[in-house]
């Protein structure tokens, strides 16, 4: 018989004396759920109290409404001090990202569970769980209750549900059996009332002119779009853009940016039939900047302090680079929404 993954994981932790469960920056609701669900795993199997722990900020409505309503444990800090008796895990994010805690910190995880697709070598972890096949990280560590027999408590359970449910979205709608699976054996503990009331978040009014500003400055070249947000709240406004984009018949390829404080996020959106999303972030910030993610949604960010280019220059040079990734020769975009319906209704 072998030995479960969730076994393995938990004897790789049991000789230490804390664990901290750590996130990618800017944590979204798959990464802040399957790290609720470890830290209470540990929490019920080890009967150690687990800290779950990102860096960055939750910005978008629903994301927000989603803490409020079902309390994740989740801390966000700006560094964390670490010694040999903690253990990490890294979780929703690659190890060799570089957008989470550890990263600055020049830590090296005990263990990675995740669902991104792996770029370049992988460092040698007593622990590794990484399937780009599975919707969510919210599916891996759903399984891993299930193989401890574990009954999330409702709150859990529809956090875990609600992070598969933001993976899927903007193209990347595939959910492979054990995704389905998770979606059943959650659906009995968790609350679809608060699912739905996640989803219908209450907006700003900051939100729709960031909206408005953001069609207003889409461009097509034939099926690539670009929009470069005059204004955002924060990444995941960029991310929230580029989703609603791809939705578009005519648009195939979609690149959105924007900068929050000293950095310019990038978000792409491919659709079936064409190029990995992760690849052509990865193609177009090559010496700029770094990102990642998955085959119809990817993300990334230019460290502007960093860059020798600045206003228009990178953003001329963003899009010179996009076009030239997806093979696009049109010198002159159109507006996806015409300037005169915009001026003749304002
Ligand atoms: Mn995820």
């Not at 791809?246 to 959105?256: A, E, G």
């Not at 502007?304 to 093979?327: K, M």
Request: charged share 25%.
């Amino acid at each position: 018989m072998t030995t479960a993954r969730s076994t393995r994981l938990l004897t790789a932790l049991a000789h230490y004396e804390q664990v901290f469960v750590v996130t990618h920056d800017n944590p979204d609701p798959d990464a802040i759920a399957s790290g609720w669900g470890l830290r209470w795993m540990i929490g019920e199997k080890l009967a150690k109290l687990a800290r779950l722990i990102g860096g960055g900020a939750i910005v978008r409505a629903e994301n927000r409404h989603m803490v409020k309503l079902l309390n994740p444990p989740i801390e966000l800090v700006d560094e964390i001090q670490i010694d040999e008796r903690t253990a990490t895990i890294l979780v929703d994010c690659s190890s060799t990202a570089s957008n989470h805690l550890l990263g600055s910190a020049g830590v090296r995880p005990i263990a990675v569970i995740d669902h991104h697709q792996v770029r370049g070598a992988q460092q040698r972890l007593a622990f590794r769980d990484v399937r780009p096949r599975v919707a969510a990280s919210a599916t891996i560590v759903a399984s891993y209750l299930k193989e401890q027999d574990l009954s999330p408590p409702s709150d859990l359970a529809t956090a875990l549900l609600y992070g598969m449910q933001t993976e899927t979205q903007g193209s990347e709608t595939h959910y492979a059996a054990l995704d389905r699976r998770m979606v059943a054996w959650l659906s009995r503990f968790a609350d679809p009332g608060k699912l739905a009331q996640i989803d219908n978040a209450p907006l700003t009014p900051e939100y729709y002119s960031d909206l408005v500003l953001a069609l207003q400055s889409t461009f097509a070249y034939d099926e690539t779009a670009i929009c470069f947000l005059p204004r955002a709240e924060g990444p995941e406004t960029i991310a929230e853009v580029a989703d609603l984009l791809i939705r578009c018949q005519t648009i195939h390829q979609v690149l959105c940016g924007g900068v929050v404080g000293d950095d310019l996020f990038v978000s792409v959106r491919t659709e079936l039939g064409t190029e990995s999303a992760a690849d052509l972030v990865h193609r177009v910030l090559d010496g700029l900047g770094a990102g990642g993610g998955h085959e119809r949604r990817a993300g990334g960010k230019v460290r502007l302090a960093q860059c020798t280019l600045h206003g228009e220059q990178l953003t001329d040079e963003l899009r010179n680079r996009w076009l030239a990734v997806c093979g696009s020769d049109r010198q002159r975009g159109t507006r996806l929404v015409a300037r005169r319906d915009i001026v003749k209704n304002l």
